[in-house]
């Protein structure tokens, strides 16, 4: 076994030096000449920078090695079979990552956790109105002549939502539109009742989670979410394009938490607390209601039989769909759903590259490996980058190279349930991570088709930018990867408030610098049947270059945060989204009784700090070499400390009112929208609350909220700047 992260057993051996020194001679302790002094400091300057390669020699070796063929053979290998978590087939793609990673020589350790996931055991859906015989649904995603995988997908689990309630309902038919609490308030105000109905509603605006919630609050007996062609099949299905077939089904989680359900606020670890599997499934977070995913083709034949007024336009579907209507009925649907919530065994695959000279700070790089089915894009594609980058690292140790920082990588599992793999690790080894790490970075999808995505917390932006710029555009060989991204539609950067990935644990509850980076945003198979690596093969990446490429941005940012003596964080940017948030709160409290000049006057401060803490790293800079920083470590250290630090100091222990797991008072998830991200989400919370009840104790509590994010703000402040009050 390994020793723990940053550290060894080194320090267990009795020095064999005398306990005292023996005295110098008389004259000897009289005097030091300071001639030897300045040629061991010359000595000393000159090897770190004629003779040890600087930091950027090892970033363009790392470049310079990219193998598509690598890539391409990882993804293959992960993508056999379907591996669901907590599947037998899953634990074999666990043991390719761990070979992998142990065949290169870094320490490589399986760490395993007890959690709550589910699987279905039995379902079934019938349709009928008057006047017609019941049609059953067969609730199976079909191959294709010649598919490679066909005899693979008999493996793949049945269509399912993960925790829906089991139970039955034969109830009239509701049309949705997104399932949005806004639909649910428009179907109100024409005087559809959704009460004791079954709800259908399609994918594409918010998270299935709170599709089926929002279907539970608005009284609705199940819920059905389908895959409309308007959105997933806008052209040629797969395998002849790559949009999803008619029979596609995306299945997932409608779980809201986060983490193993049976041990909310801490670790599954061995002999660990637990509430009970019957406490676990009652509570808000989960789905509450019997529910199924259907297909593109499902879904029309039953609107096809629903009446009731015409839904409006925006409500429709594409090209050749029947007229959507709202209900209720005639159209009956006849659910049942039976499902096995159940304890299983998940593997985290950790491996660790130690630093050189502060092995007790940590770059940690991560991606899961868990699939609802084969996940060539979802999240292979992201684990074939992470191993392909791993054979980079092991090759530049072999030419000389060790990262200043400990470099750790991880692959997770479970995250499709619920993030539950990265966040029982970060809820286990919290006192750890939250004083030694400097950044995570985070590669879900890695590829899943052209044009960049990328998300950080905003300190890391100007660095994501720099390292982009130094990576080659995939598919045209003249242009940086920054070229393309500035081209694309998500040419601005991201942030990490929503809960769409492992990046979660660290930035909401522990507050960790974070990046989460993909070639490709969205794509019409998602955790469907058919992604596998012949879609992969033909329309996500057909060279691979692409997994190449965001391998490069992955490691280059993350070789600058392990080498470079000063942690290249930049401040600025977050300074103005703090700015730009207190300017959308000042918009929709105007006129009410809240003042908004504690966060006004926080964000100065931090402004102060940000200045100060600019001007030591440009004189820094200005001095590189001959500073009286380079002579003084300490100070070097508490410099990266506070740059590191500062990112811990928005977070609250209390945590947001309601959603205590969730720290971060800058950035967290919507309530109403499980992937939505939200600057200031406490406010956010309060202020929809206060607009709904319209009391003086909701603008209160809004007034609150404001006083906690400015606290925050002024300890953020103060960490960065290094002083006391």
Same mark, same amino acid.
């Given at each position: ?445 890695? @590829? =899943?088709? #052209?044009?960049?995505?990328? !998300? ?7 660095? &994501? *930018?720099?390292? /982009? ?124 009784? @809240? =003042?908004? #000049?504690?966060?006004?006057? !926080? ?7 940000? &200045? *100060?803490?600019? /001007? ?110």
């Amino acid at each position: 076994m390994p020793p723990p992260l940053g550290g060894d057993d080194s320090c267990l051996l009795t020095p064999l030096i005398p306990a005292t020194p023996p005295p110098l001679p008389p004259r000897a302790t009289a005097r030091l000449h300071p001639l030897p002094l300045l040629v061991g400091a010359l000595f000393a300057t000159y090897y770190h920078l004629l003779v040890a390669p600087a930091p950027s020699y090892y970033q363009s070796l790392f470049l310079s090695l990219g193998s598509n063929d690598t890539a391409a053979a990882h993804l293959r290998a992960l993508t056999v079979r379907p591996h669901l978590a907590g599947t037998e087939a899953n634990a074999l793609a666990a043991d390719h990552v761990v070979s992998t990673l142990s065949s290169l020589s870094f320490p490589t350790r399986v760490t395993p956790y007890e959690v709550l996931l589910s699987y279905p055991v039995g379902r079934s859906l019938s349709l009928s109105a008057p006047g017609r015989d019941a049609t059953a649904f067969a609730l199976v995603q079909d191959t294709y002549p010649g598919d490679p995988y066909a005899a693979a997908s008999a493996e793949v689990v049945p269509t399912f939502l993960a925790y829906a309630a089991s139970g039955s309902a034969a109830a009239e038919v509701v049309y949705a539109n997104y399932g949005r609490r806004e639909d649910y308030a428009y179907l109100a105000s024409r005087g559809v009742n959704v009460t004791g109905k079954v709800a259908l509603a399609r994918y594409g605006k918010v998270y299935r989670g709170d599709i089926v919630k929002n279907a539970r609050d608005a009284g609705a007996a199940a819920a059905v979410i389908f895959t409309d062609p308007k959105d997933y099949t806008p052209g040629k299905a797969f395998p002849d394009g790559p949009w999803m077939p008619p029979t596609g089904v995306q299945v997932g989680s409608t779980f809201k938490g986060v983490g193993d359900p049976t041990t909310p606020m801490w670790a599954s670890s061995e002999g660990c607390e637990r509430v009970s599997v019957a406490k676990a499934m009652s509570t808000d977070d989960m789905p509450g209601i019997p529910a199924l995913p259907v297909s593109g083709r499902d879904g029309e034949e039953i609107l096809r039989l629903v009446g009731g007024d015409v839904a409006p336009e925006d409500w429709q579907g594409g090209d050749g769909a029947p007229v959507y209507r709202l209900g209720p009925g005639p159209a009956v649907l006849n659910l049942t759903y039976t499902g096995n919530e159940t304890i299983a065994t998940i593997q985290n695959v950790i491996s660790v590259i130690e630093g050189k000279e502060e092995p007790d700070r940590y770059v940690i790089l991560g991606n899961h490996r868990d699939a609802w089915t084969f996940g060539a894009a979802d999240p292979n594609s992201g684990t074939a980058a992470l191993l392909e980058l791993a054979q980079r690292l092991s090759k530049l140790q072999n030419k000389g190279w060790r990262p200043r920082r400990t470099i750790i990588l991880c692959n997770w599992d479970a995250e499709e349930y619920g993030l539950i793999g990265s966040t029982e690790w970060v809820e286990e080894n919290r006192a750890m991570l939250t004083s030694r790490t400097v950044a995570y970075l985070n590669v879900d999808v890695g @590829v =899943s088709g #052209s044009g960049v995505d990328a !998300s950080a917390t905003p300190q890391l932006d100007e660095l &994501l *930018k720099q390292a /982009s710029k130094k990576v080659q555009n995939p598919d045209n060989g003249t242009e940086s990867l920054y070229d393309l991204w500035m081209a694309s539609d998500s040419s601005l950067i991201g942030r990490l408030g929503g809960g769409g990935s492992d990046y979660s644990a660290f930035v909401q509850h522990i507050g960790i610098p974070s990046v989460d980076m993909a070639i490709g945003s969205g794509y019409a198979v998602y955790h469907s049947l058919y992604d596998d690596f012949t879609w992969m093969e033909k329309y996500g990446d057909p060279m691979f270059r692409r997994h190449v490429a965001v391998a490069s941005i992955w490691g280059l940012v993350a070789l600058r945060l392990s080498d470079e003596e000063i942690l290249p964080f930049n401040y600025s940017s977050y300074a103005t989204e703090l700015e730009n948030g207190a300017v959308d709160i000042n918009k929709r409290v105007l006129g009410m009784p @809240v =003042s908004l #000049s504690p966060l006004h006057r !926080s964000i100065k401060q931090f402004n102060r700090a940000v &200045l *100060k803490v600019d /001007s030591e790293l440009q004189a820094l800079q200005t001095w590189k070499f001959w500073s009286p920083w380079r002579n003084n470590p300490l100070r070097v250290r508490d410099l990266n400390d506070r740059l590191m630090m500062t990112e811990r100091a928005f977070t609250e222990w209390e945590g947001l009112s309601g959603r205590p797991w969730y720290k971060h008072m800058i950035y967290g998830p919507s309530l109403y929208n499980d992937y939505g991200a939200e600057v200031y989400p406490g406010a956010d919370d309060a202020i929809q609350t206060a607009k709904k009840t319209n009391t003086s104790e909701s603008w209160q509590s809004v007034q609150h909220e404001i006083h906690r994010i400015a606290r925050v703000i002024s300890q953020a402040a103060l960490v960065l700047s290094g002083g006391l009050t």
